[in-house]
Structure formats: structure tokens, C-alpha cells
T-cell receptor, first 117, second 110 residues
């Protein structure tokens, strides 16, 4: 049981390059999330997917796109990377009640460290 | 919009001390409040989850309390150990989202 996995672990990009961060969970959770973590700012929600086939914007969605490929996988794409997107990116998943509220805690992946030059 | 604040930002204590970490939130209409631990270079690990109808939760040497009316939660760590050194984050859930504080970095000195 791997929990939440993320690839790659590290990435260096040049300004303007594109890349996709991959996330997969094996806990059969309905909800998945993408966060970024910057020094002194905690975690900020980029996008989330309450269930397969749905995605919604979080607090800081500009410059990102997401795809909920299936129940297991949720990817985050940077179309044209900027230095301001240098950060650590975390994927998380949780189970939810029919109301949409979380049934239990979130489970986090190990993170992707991205540097944009 | 929910705002979550954690004080202090950093804390250094000698081994064996009991300590309290604070978390405050601006909107009391939360569904639950969670405490996480983050080790350097790692993801977050859930420590305790308090549902909005609960006042506290305990796990081993950890006790978390919740006072929705005042918008506050505290994490109490008893008999601290060097292995407790990490960053502790709280997160409030409402409006279909989790809102995180910026964390308290704890250093427990041997």
C-alpha cells in the first residue's frame, strides 16, 4: 500500500518551459488536491477534484491546469513556467461523505521540489 | 475567506518540557480542525483530527483541543523528546477546502 505517490521528486525548469506533475493514490479516495508550499506561507490550495470527472479552483490557480485522469490519478500542469512558481508541490487525497465534507484526514505525498530559473 | 494563524513561528525547548502550540482561525463555521507534522523535506503526516462537535482528541503524548466560539485550537505535547522536532501545522476545513496555517517549527534540545 503506497498511499500517495508523486513524480518527479525534483525538477529544474527554465522560464517558459512546460511540465506536468503526476500524482496517484491507491486508497480509492474520491477527493484529490494540489497544494504549493512556500517559506513562511503554509500550504495554499491550487486546485482540487472532489470526485472523478470534476475539478475546481483553489486559492492560487493562475498559471496551472489540472486533469483528473481517473479515480487514482490527478495531474498538475504548468504551461509556461515562471520563477514565481518555484515552490514545493504536494498532492493529497481524502475520502468524503456524500455531502462533500471530508470523512477523514488528508493523506499527503512526499512532494515535488520545483525550481524555475 | 478563512485565515489560519499559528503562533509562535518557532519554538526551542529542552527535552522533557511540556509545551503548547497555538492555532487560531477567523471563521468559526469549520467542519473539522486537524494537526499535522512535517519533517524536513517530507510530506505532511496527520496527528490528530477534531470534528466540530468535539472539544479535544488525544493520541499518546499529544492532546489537541478545539474552541470554535473563540476560533482557537491548541496542541499540547507532554514530556517533549528530540524526536518531536519538526514543523507542526494546523488546518481548518470549511467551504469545501482545507485552510492551513504557516506552521510552528519546534526544536527539542537533548
Amino acid at each position: 500500500n503506497a498511499g500517495v505517490t508523486q513524480t518527479p521528486k525534483f525538477q529544474v525548469l527554465k522560464t517558459g518551459q512546460s511540465m506536468t506533475l503526476q500524482c496517484a493514490q491507491d486508497m480509492n479516495h474520491n477527493s484529490m488536491y494540489w497544494y504549493r508550499q512556500d517559506p513562511g506561507m503554509g500550504l495554499r490550495l491550487i486546485y482540487y477534484s472532489a470526485s472523478e470527472g470534476t475539478t475546481d479552483k483553489g486559492e492560487v490557480p493562475n498559471g496551472y491546469n489540472v486533469s483528473r485522469l481517473n479515480k487514482r490519478e490527478f495531474s498538475l500542469r504548468l504551461e509556461s513556467a515562471a520563477p514565481s512558481q518555484t515552490s514545493v508541490y504536494f498532492c493529497a487525497s481524502s475520502e468524503v461523505w456524500a455531502s462533500g465534507d471530508p470523512e477523514e484526514t488528508q493523506y499527503f505525498g512526499p512532494g515535488t521540489r520545483l525550481l524555475v530559473l | 475567506k478563512q485565515e489560519v494563524t499559528q503562533i509562535p513561528a518557532a519554538l526551542s525547548v529542552p527535552e522533557g518540557e511540556n509545551l503548547v502550540l497555538n492555532c487560531s482561525f477567523t471563521d468559526s463555521a469549520i467542519y473539522n480542525l486537524q494537526w499535522f507534522r512535517q519533517d524536513p523535506g517530507k510530506g505532511l503526516t496527520s496527528l490528530l483530527l477534531i470534528q466540530s462537535s468535539q472539544r479535544e482528541q488525544t493520541s499518546g503524548r499529544l492532546n489537541a483541543s478545539l474552541d470554535k466560539s473563540s476560533g482557537r485550537s491548541t496542541l499540547y505535547i507532554a514530556a517533549s523528546q528530540p524526536g518531536d522536532s519538526a514543523t507542526y501545522l494546523c488546518a481548518a476545513y470549511n467551504f469545501n477546502k482545507f485552510y492551513f496555517g504557516s506552521g510552528t517549527k519546534l526544536n527539542v534540545k537533548p
